[in-house]
């Protein structure tokens, strides 16, 4: 399994943007998804995740009502919606598959990683 994160860039405070994540063959229907953020000389840490079905969401509270996580199982896809960008907000920004079929926040539980995308906010 492959997966390509796009849409990233560089945007203003307040500026939005949509990130993408394509999987190479269609994911199992069991299969929730995430995505997860690095900051330069910090861990990568959690943003948000989604179950098999789309029918339940888990979000960092850092992100919570800016972000919106969504997929399309039919696609072999995943989105990430950013609203109202912050300066900490810059990141590479991952997608991820999970083993488990629940919208997971660690980061054990996903087996398979996207390359990241950057998105940085400016000031």
């Known amino acids: 399994v492959q997966l390509q994160a796009s849409g990233g860039g560089l945007v203003q405070v307040g500026d939005s943007l949509r990130l993408s994540c394509t999987v190479s063959?269609?994911?199992?229907?069991?299969?929730?998804m995430g995505w997860f953020r690095q900051a330069p000389g910090k861990e990568r840490e959690f943003v948000a995740a989604?179950?098999?079905?789309?029918?339940?969401?888990n979000y960092a509270d850092s992100v919570k009502g800016r972000f919106t996580i969504s997929r399309d199982n039919a696609k072999n896809a995943l989105y990430l919606q950013l609203s109202s960008l912050k300066p900490e907000d810059t990141a590479v920004y991952y997608c991820?598959?999970?083993?488990?079929?629940?919208?997971?926040?660690?980061?054990?539980?996903?087996?398979?990683w996207g390359q990241g995308t950057q998105v940085t906010v400016s000031s």
């Open positions: 991820a598959v999970s083993r488990k079929s629940v919208a997971s926040n660690n980061k054990s539980d996903y087996n398979y």
């Open positions: 063959r269609r994911t199992s229907s069991n299969n929730g």
């Open positions: 989604i179950s098999w079905n789309g029918q339940y969401l």
